[in-house]
């Protein structure tokens, strides 16, 4: 049996993204809140979680994210595109902790 690949990348951004709630703009969680919605219309997934995302610890957050992108695997063009936004959504939130890892110092 084979170990399953690790995407140490990825795994790099979960580790460093904090355990705490992060504050960001309405727009970008909208903005994932969206894809996650889209992802799970497109692939028949519970991808938004159960609370809302403002209420969400930016580690848990970003691992389900991350989860999403590295194991989901389109069938068609449209699923392709719609798991392509995860990648942005990723982006709003590492830059979300960044500066909240900022305004902290």
């Known amino acids: 049996m084979q170990a399953p690949v690790v995407n140490f990348a990825a795994?790099?951004?979960?580790?460093?993204?904090p355990e705490h709630i992060v504050a960001m703009?309405?727009?970008?969680?909208?903005y994932?809140?969206?894809?996650?919605t889209d992802i799970g219309q497109s692939f028949?997934?519970?991808a938004l979680p159960d609370i809302p995302?403002?209420?969400l610890p930016a580690r848990a957050l970003m691992r389900r994210l991350v989860?999403?992108?590295t194991t989901l695997k389109p069938q068609t063009q449209e699923q392709g595109v719609t798991l392509g936004r995860l990648a942005g959504a990723i982006l709003r939130l590492d830059t979300a902790v960044a500066f909240d890892k900022a305004r902290r110092k």
């Open 44 to 46: 028949g997934v519970a």
């Open 32 to 36: 994932i809140r969206d894809s996650l």
């Open 53 to 55: 995302l403002h209420l």
């Open 67 to 69: 989860d999403l992108r």
């Open 11 to 17: 795994e790099n951004m979960v580790r460093r993204t």
């Open 25 to 30: 703009d309405q727009s970008d969680l909208d």
